[in-house]
């Protein structure tokens, strides 16, 4: 399913649709022509009445949220006849009463986890916000009650038993490889027990085993550059460093095959080597799409030279726009204390030169993130 490329709010498009039943839902022509023109369920779109607001209103795609996306999914798979579920979520996301996940946000909210197979106890390090786990349940029914209420912790001053303190969602779409590992797998339990009888539930005990897994591990650390962290990598590619997190999701499955080139990766993580007593700083290169579908090619082809390539060059590229990036969230910093400061002190006009200075700071680092997503 091809990326929207309005996934945040923007002005100037005249192209938008709505769907029936949903007055307040938006998706661009490019999703709709892109996922829905070959099916039946086209028809029950139709365009935004012109008019009916500004162009330069700011809007945002919804068919751009994973939720919603996913819903279409599971609506072809099943053969529904309906947009019924693709409904269902956006009614209950949209919802005054519905919190909004944290997403890459630590928030509070009402917090869920599973119980360990073993110990039969909440697993604490696993937090799944209350919005994704009836989000989840609402997709895939057969797993309602499987995901409990997080105790508060001991010496909490909540008055609740379930847990509402500040955490990161382990559900949370942006930024975050987990989580299509761990719908995929609670799909496909859902599913697979539907096949056998809609009254069957789906042993969780795999994906109790799964999450284990992955807590035990790291993270990774995506962009965030690291210094004195031990990496992955072919010692003679030094410039392509795999953190643990995607070196268990990407490498080992491929070490299965025995691969050779990634057979020639170091067995365990280690530190970069350098001339000086300074460790080396880098970033993981294989959590986005792009860079895992340019080493999928390079192993089916063994050609590690095509890989060095392309690694050395999306390395210089990080190296240059973190150079040009650090002075603009420098001075975004000096600029938000000079605002404080003038609006403390009654300076209107100065406090509106500086939020201008501000946003022009901001576009500028938009610019260059917007250039570092096409090379991540």
């Not at 928030?107 to 599973?114: A, E, G, N, Q």
């Not at 779409?173 to 797998?185: A, V």
């Not at 995506?222 to 990407?250: H, M």
């Amino acid at each position: 399913m091809p990326p929207c490329d309005r996934d945040t709010y923007v002005s100037g498009y005249e192209d938008w649709y709505t769907l029936d039943d949903c007055p307040n839902f938006d998706i661009c022509s490019t999703c709709l022509m892109g996922n829905f023109r070959d099916h039946y369920h086209f028809a029950f779109f139709r365009p935004v009445t012109p008019g009916i607001r500004s162009r330069d209103t700011k809007v945002r795609c919804d068919f751009s949220r994973p939720w919603l996306r996913l819903a279409w999914l599971l609506t072809l798979q099943r053969q529904l006849p309906n947009l019924n579920l693709v409904k269902s979520i956006y009614h209950y996301l949209e919802h005054p009463s519905t919190l909004a996940c944290p997403d890459i946000h630590t928030k509070p909210h009402t917090w869920f986890t599973v119980l360990d197979d073993l110990t039969r106890k909440p697993i604490p390090s696993l937090s799944i916000c209350r919005t994704d786990v009836q989000t989840i349940e609402l997709l895939l029914p057969s797993l309602r009650g499987f995901f409990v209420p997080l105790p508060s912790a001991k010496g909490s001053r909540s008055s609740s038993t379930t847990d509402t303190s500040s955490r990161l969602c382990t559900f949370r779409t942006t930024n975050n490889n987990r989580f299509p590992i761990y719908l995929d797998f609670l799909i496909s339990l859902h599913e697979t027990a539907m096949q056998q009888s809609p009254r069957n539930l789906p042993d969780m005990t795999p994906f109790v085993h799964l999450v284990k897994h992955k807590l035990a591990i790291d993270e990774c650390p995506r962009d965030n550059i690291l210094q004195g962290a031990k990496w992955f990598f072919i010692p003679s590619l030094p410039e392509f460093t795999v953190c643990e997190d995607c070196y268990d999701d990407v490498i080992v499955p491929l070490l299965r095959q025995d691969r050779d080139l990634v057979m020639r990766f170091n067995r365990k993580a280690e530190l970069l080597s350098t001339i000086t007593d300074v460790a080396r700083e880098a970033s993981c290169a294989l959590y986005s799409g792009r860079m895992r579908v340019e080493f999928a090619r390079a192993v089916d082809t063994n050609d590690l030279r095509a890989l060095a390539r392309v690694a050395r060059a999306r390395r210089d590229m990080e190296v240059e726009l973190q150079r040009k990036a650090q002075p603009v969230i420098a001075k975004i910093g000096e600029v938000d204390d000079a605002l404080i400061r003038a609006e403390d002190r009654g300076e209107t006009r100065e406090a509106r030169r500086l939020e201008d200075e501000r946003e022009a700071l901001e576009r500028k680092l938009r610019t260059l993130q917007a250039r570092w997503k096409e090379v991540e």
